[in-house]
């Protein structure tokens, strides 16, 4: 219709009502883009909401699974820092259930932290980071994951020492039976008929060898590593807890 009417001005040579037409599509496609960006924007803002409220479920997961991995390994530090007293102290004495114990926690415990990062993963792999419309956000994701990545180095290096120079001393200088025992119950689930052999275990002689501190600081160095990686990590995930609140009052929802 018009076109029609913009032809007709045209042969009538009524060059205002060609103009007026003219502004009149000028302006309708103009409101039709604004209506389609519009869409597009609340869209996109619906989809960003949806990415903000899963991650920050992610996030809560992984702080709670990484206040439980700081527990784990400062209590692997204190047993191992016990067993360096008493390697220091001739004269202590300690009942085999203690020793053993120390040397469960100290010696054959590993931390494994399998943090929550779906959402973050998904949209890195995606390549929808742009959908996080908080620069600050984003880039506390990129350093979060920087930090994932050397600790991930970390853990390596600690299994690495654990698997090739811990674990052969456990199983050639004591009753293994006591640590699997002492150390995890799924072990004991799996093994059930795994028993504990009283008087058996662990000698003072050994924690009180040259080898056996040495080996057992080394430990300590990397426990120590994971554990300042871990606090690290964790501290990043505060943050990135308070960002995603942070932007989600600016988008009007609710934390």
């Known amino acids: 219709m018009i076109l029609r009417r913009l032809t007709k001005h045209i042969k009538d040579q009524n060059w205002f009502a060609v103009g007026l037409d003219f502004v009149i599509v000028v302006v309708g496609i103009l409101i039709a883009f604004q209506i389609t960006n519009w869409n597009e ?11 903000l409220s899963s991650m920050k479920r992610d996030v809560e997961s992984s702080i709670r699974i990484l206040n439980d991995s700081i527990a784990n390994l400062q209590r692997q530090q204190n047993a191992r820092q016990a067993l360096y007293t008493f390697h220091a102290e001739p004269a202590a004495v300690m009942e085999s259930d203690e020793l053993d114990k120390l040397i469960a926690d100290g010696l054959f415990s590993l931390e494994r932290a399998n943090l929550n990062q779906t959402t973050f993963e998904t949209l890195k792999s995606s390549g929808q ?11 506390a994701l990129q350093d979060l994951s920087a930090k994932i990545d050397k600790a991930e180095v970390d853990k390596n290096e600690d ?3 654990t698997y090739r120079i811990v674990d052969p001393l456990l199983i050639g200088e004591g009753d293994f039976d006591n640590i699997l025992m002492l150390d995890l119950s799924s072990i004991h689930n799996r093994l059930p008929w795994v028993t504990k052999q009283p008087g058996a275990g662990y000698s003072s002689d050994l924690v009180r060898s040259q080898r056996f501190k040495n080996i057992m600081l080394y430990k300590a160095l990397y426990g120590q590593l ?15 807890l308070s960002l995603i609140d ?6 009007g929802v609710t934390p």
Do not use: C, P
């Open 246 to 251: 942070e932007h989600q009052v600016k988008l």
């Open 41 to 51: 924007n609340r869209a996109e803002r619906v989809q960003e909401v949806r990415y």
């Open 129 to 139: 980071m742009s959908m996080i419309k908080s620069s600050e956000l984003v880039k």
């Open 159 to 161: 299994f690495q020492f």
């Open 226 to 240: 994971r554990l300042e990686g871990f606090r690290s990590i964790l501290e990043q995930h505060k943050l990135i």
